[in-house]
């Protein structure tokens, strides 16, 4: 069975500064991997996509997460965090069998000013 | 908005009593994802249709949760019997069928939150 782990529940970063949230995953082939964001009142958006190919994968809103086999991981980072960027960030997988998505627990991001 | 509609936004019900939601999903799209959030969770999955066949149901649906989508547009999720432990956001969700093995993205409504006495 497919997992998804966000070891981190909630950080906080200062707005300009770096963000790294991180996701540990468990399936046994390859799987499809993704990141939502869900802000107070908002559906969850999609951030960015693995499917194959390059490993370090560009979204919205200056994201990009690396994927990692050796270390079954699907980090998000971001180069500068802005005020806006508080929310809940939720890693996903997904498989070629399965379609429907597996989550993490998610991880809450403030922002001090 | 061509996104994916859900209805109601919130529903306040007691025990015991029966509740329904509907989903729009995006037009084009064949496949439509019932799933739900519980505060400070990830969203669970529930069930999923392709058009109007339900494919997968997740053991978290009991015998009190029936999901339907004739025709293969909207879809409704009904409760029956409802308990405390119903209480949550269920969401629903549709995307387009994959192509080859690429899997495809899918778009999320806001969600019926459900609360119930």
């Known amino acids: 069975a497919q997992s998804v782990t966000q070891p981190d529940i909630h950080i906080t970063v200062s707005e300009g500064a770096s963000l790294e949230l991180r996701c540990n995953y468990s399936?046994?082939?390859?799987?499809?991997l993704f990141w939502y964001v869900q802000s107070p009142g908002q559906g969850l958006q999609l951030l960015l996509k693995y499917f194959s190919g390059d490993t370090l994968v560009q979204g919205i809103k200056g994201f990009e997460a690396e994927f990692k086999r050796s270390q079954s991981s699907f980090n998000l980072r971001k180069p500068s965090v802005h005020w806006s960027d508080a929310a809940v960030y939720f890693c996903?997988?997904?498989?070629?069998?399965?379609?429907?998505?597996?989550f993490g627990s998610g991880t809450r991001l403030q922002v001090q000013p | 908005d061509t996104g994916v509609s859900q209805n109601p936004r919130h529903k306040i019900t007691k025990r015991g009593q029966n509740v329904t939601f509907r989903c729009d999903p995006i037009?084009?799209?064949?496949?439509l994802y019932w799933y739900r959030q519980t505060l400070g969770q990830g969203p669970e999955f529930l069930t999923y249709?392709?058009?109007?066949?339900?494919?997968?149901k997740s053991r978290l649906l009991s015998d009190r949760f029936s999901a339907e989508r004739p025709k293969g547009s909207f879809s409704t999720l009904e409760i029956q019997r409802t308990e405390q432990g119903d209480s949550a956001m269920y969401l629903c969700?549709?995307?387009?069928?994959?192509?080859?093995?690429?899997?495809?993205?899918?778009?999320f409504g806001q969600g019926t939150r459900l609360t119930v006495v």
């Open positions: 996903a997988v997904a498989s070629l069998g399965r379609r429907a998505l597996t």
């Open positions: 969700a549709s995307s387009s069928l994959p192509t080859g093995d690429m899997n495809t993205e899918a778009f």
């Open positions: 399936y046994g082939a390859t799987p499809y």
């Open positions: 037009s084009e799209h064949n496949r």
């Open positions: 249709f392709q058009n109007e066949a339900q494919l997968e």
